[in-house]
Nanobody
Framework: QVQLIESGGGLVEAGGSLRLSCAASGLTLSVYAVGWFRQAPGKERMFVAGMSWSGMNTDYIDSVKGRFSISRDDAKSTLYLQMNNLKPEDSAVYYC???????????????????WGQGTQVTVSS
């Protein structure tokens, strides 16, 4: 059974940083495309960052480019999202997700992902 457990969310002032972690079990994370999504109150869940299975390809939404970085530690079977220079508009529940095996491209839509974490709240104060 696949489990994705997120951690690292919290309350931070604008300009601050957080690192989200997503510990995966029940699968070999290194062969899957992975991603992070976020959902603000009253809004749809949206893609934030993604990585192909090899890690060679990454993609981000424009609003976080240069501030957020997705990475993966295969030895720890853990996915990360480093978030720097946070802004109030980054406030949302953040979800990690696992997509298809051996996917060489970055999946950017929710229906391309199969397993999801429970979400972790990020709140950025102005």
């Amino acid at each position: 059974q696949v489990q994705l457990i997120e951690s690292g969310g919290g309350l931070v002032e604008a300009g601050g940083s957080l690192r989200l972690s997503c510990a995966a079990s029940g699968l070999t994370l290194s062969v899957y495309a992975v991603g992070w999504f976020r959902q603000a109150p009253g809004k749809e869940r949206m893609f934030v960052a993604g990585m192909s299975w090899s890690g060679m390809n990454t993609d981000y939404i424009d609003s976080v480019k240069g501030r957020f970085s997705i990475s993966r530690d295969d030895a720890k079977s853990t996915l990360y999202l480093q978030m720097n220079n946070l802004k109030p508009e980054d406030s949302a529940v953040y979800y990690c997700a696992v997509g298809k095996r051996w996917n060489r491209i970055v999946a950017t839509t929710a229906n391309e992902y199969i397993d999801w974490g429970q979400g972790t709240q990020v709140t950025v104060s102005s």
